[in-house]
C-alpha cells in the first residue's frame, strides 16, 4: 500500500498508510545522537529550548544526517554536531544502537554513538538558531544530578538514558 501525503512543509511531511497517519522529515536522512564522555570522566550533555514542549529539555548531543550536504555520512554528522553543540571535536566514533524516536508517530530512527578522544576546540552553543547550554558531569554523579533535575521539574529526553544504558555507565553505578 503506497504512502498518501496529506501535509508537506518545509521541514515535515504528514503521511497516511493504511489508516495510520504519521510524520517523516523531508531534508534528513536520519538522526545521530552521542554519548560522549571526556578525558577527565565528563558526560557531555547539551540542554535547549523545545518549542514543542514549551521547555527547556536537556539532551545528548544530537542532530539530523543528511541536511547539511545532502549526502551526509551519520559518522560525519556525528562530528559535525558534537563541535557545533558542545565544541568538542572527536577522535572515534563507535555505533552502539539504532532507535526509534516514537514509532507511533514517525519514521525517524536514531542512531546513537559512543564519541571518545574529545578534545575541547570551541565553546559550542549551537548555530545562529540555537541557544544550546552544554553541561559537563563527572560520570559518577550524573545520574543524581539528572535525578535531581527531573524532581525539580526538568525534561530530560529518554536517549539520555538510553546512552547511559548502552555506554555501560548505569551498569558500573
Keep these: 500500500m503506497a504512502d498518501r ?8 511531511r504528514l503521511l497516511k ?7 517523516e522529515r523531508v531534508n534528513a536522512s536520519s538522526v545521530v545522537a552521542m554519548i560522549a564522555i571526556t578525558r577527565e570522566d565528563e558526560l557531555i550533555l547539551v540542554e535547549q529550548y523545545r518549542p514543542a514542549v514549551k ?3 536537556i539532551e545528548l548531543p544530537a542532530g539530523l544526517v543528511g541536511d547539511v550536504d545532502g549526502d551526509d555520512s551519520q559518522v560525519r554528522a ?3 554536531e558534537m563541535i557545533e553543540e558542545t565544541g568538542f ?3 572515534r566514533v563507535e555505533f552502539l544502537v539504532e532507535m526509534p ?3 507511533g508517530l514517525t519514521s525517524e530512527t536514531t542512531c546513537l554513538y559512543r564519541c571518545t578522544g574529545l578534545r575541547r576546540v570551541g565553546e559550542g552553543g ?17 545520574v543524581a544530578w539528572l535525578d535531581r ?15 547511559l544504558y548502552y555506554s555501560g555507565i548505569t551498569r558500573n553505578l
Excluded: M, N, Q, T
Design 55 to 57: 521547555r527547556r529539555v
Design 78 to 80: 556525528a562530528k559535525r
Design 126 to 142: 549551537g548555530d545562529e538558531s540555537e541557544s544550546i547550554k552544554v553541561h559537563l558531569l563527572p560520570v559518577d554523579k550524573a
Design 17 to 23: 498508510r493504511g489508516r495510520w497517519e504519521f510524520v
Design 5 to 12: 501525503i496529506l501535509s508537506e512543509g518545509k521541514w515535515l
Design 101 to 103: 524516536a516514537s514509532a
Design 149 to 163: 533535575r527531573i524532581k525539580r521539574g526538568a525534561l530530560v529526553d529518554a536517549k539520555v538514558f538510553a546512552g
Design 89 to 91: 571535536r572527536v577522535h
